[in-house]
């Protein structure tokens, strides 16, 4: 499923949020329903392979680019992130937590309103660049997307952008949090989006009722693949 656009406006439905969410150019979890049992470990015959990973808190005086999230609460959420990632035996080490004040907020704000057209460069204008982790991983964190969609990947930065509350306004750091932000990571590590089945996948958009927290073992070989490489996913060509 791919797409030039993020989303039209906030009035959109999941299914079609489903419908337009965007593959490898800015690559877009949508977070409807609710998460379902913990993930499916694959047994740990392989080598476990340790990513760093820089997390940077935006601040902002426009409340949803401002994240209420502490450090100690990021770490939660990481946990959780490495439980997911266990099956394929990757695990995301913390390198420091930044705090930064998030870039272009006007912009985002009119996104919200509705009176600006969404794209990924506009919301990719929000990330300060000046801290990036560079040839590691970065996660930017807000509060909200006001409803829009629950994370994206830049490939073209690289970085992550990933909310404290999911598309249902819903504040589950263990849960919608933890899946969203494994969910992106996963983009990071080449993974697209995958149709909804009724086993669930972690790469399924907006799917209820299955457990989305798993990879196929497919997905796993092609994650360890990029995560040996030593850094994330940049296949995209350029932002829209």
Known sequence: MTSRHLLKNRRWTCRRLRARSIAIGALVLVSCGDDSGPA????PHRAEIGLRVRVHLLSSQFEPLNTELTEDEVRTVFGRVNAIWQQAVIRWDIESIVREEALNADSFAAILRGD?????????????????????????????????????????????????????????????????????????????????????????????????????????????????????????????
């Open 40 to 43: 499916e470990i694959v047994a």
């Open 116 to 240: 600006l057209q969404p794209s990924d460069r506009v919301i990719a204008s929000v990330l300060p660049r000046d801290n990036l982790l560079t040839g590691d991983w970065d996660v930017f964190l807000i509060l909200s997307f006001g409803g829009l969609t629950g994370g994206i990947y830049f490939p073209v930065i690289p970085a992550a952008l990933s909310a404290e509350l999911d598309i249902d306004g819903r504040r589950e750091l263990t849960r919608a949090t933890a899946r969203i932000l494994a969910h992106e990571l996963g983009h990071s590590l080449s993974l697209p989006h995958v149709p909804c089945t009724e086993a669930g996948n972690l790469m399924s958009p907006g799917c209820r009722g299955a457990d989305r927290t798993k990879l196929t073992e497919s997905q796993v070989e092609a994650a360890r693949r990029q995560a040996l490489a030593g850094h994330p996913y940049t296949g995209a060509r350029r932002l829209q």
